[in-house]
């Protein structure tokens, strides 16, 4: 029995077997004007495996660089774009840099951090708006991770010390119900067949 597991790994197993055969097979011809010819059809075989792509520029560049990649780039055909180099396969990609930001309120987030900051940079009636806002989103970024009720003295001594005291909520302001900033999406009514 000729199983998979004995054969020659595939460098791209999502085309399958019988296209890696074609590309396999591109190598054995001698006649470069047919090799190119049959690449091309080889190319609208794999763009057939994914007809909505199959016409988008960037899918057909895609193409191409897995055939090189298929044959191991030991394929000598006129590409029509520049094939990858081996070398950047095996590149490592860059590291993502990760900020390195301690948090005091994670539940808050760092964006809560940011926007408290530049909330500071307001005057007047605007800042007492964008101060309510914030106070109304940090509690229920609260409820968010913590399903019990909070009291609005709470959120307001959090956003005081996570602005340094720049921020102060003024005079009676109430905050949203914990309901409706926490309320589940109405289901639609379906109508009963009869």
């Known amino acids: 029995m000729d199983y998979n597991t004995k054969r020659k790994k595939m460098a791209l197993p999502e085309y399958g ?17 047919k090799r190119n010819k049959s690449a091309q059809t080889v190319i609208d075989v794999m763009g057939n495996l994914f007809p909505h792509l199959r016409d988008v520029q960037e899918f057909r560049h895609k193409l191409w660089d897995h055939l090189a990649i298929m044959s191991d780039f030991q394929l000598d ?10 070398e950047s396969l095996k ?5 993502v840099p990760y900020t390195k930001h301690r948090i005091k ?6 964006t809560m951090e940011l926007l408290i900051k530049e909330a500071d940079n307001f005057e007047g009636e605007e800042r007492d708006i964008i101060i309510e806002q914030l106070a109304n989103h940090m509690k ?8 019990d009720a ?6 307001f001594n959090d956003l005081e010390e996570m602005s340094r005291g720049k921020l102060k909520v003024p005079e009676g302001t109430q905050l949203a119900d914990a309901k409706t900033l926490v309320s589940a999406p109405k289901k639609k009514k379906t109508k009963k067949k009869k």
């Open 91 to 95: 590149e490592r990609p860059n590291t």
């Open 140 to 147: 229920k970024s609260y409820l968010a991770w913590n399903k």
């Open 17 to 33: 077997r019988n296209i890696q055969n074609m590309v396999d097979y591109l190598m054995t011809i001698e006649d470069r004007e």
């Open 150 to 155: 909070v009291e609005d003295q709470m959120i």
């Open 77 to 86: 055909i006129d590409y029509p774009y520049d094939p990858p180099s081996p």
């Open 105 to 110: 309120y994670k539940h808050y987030g760092r």
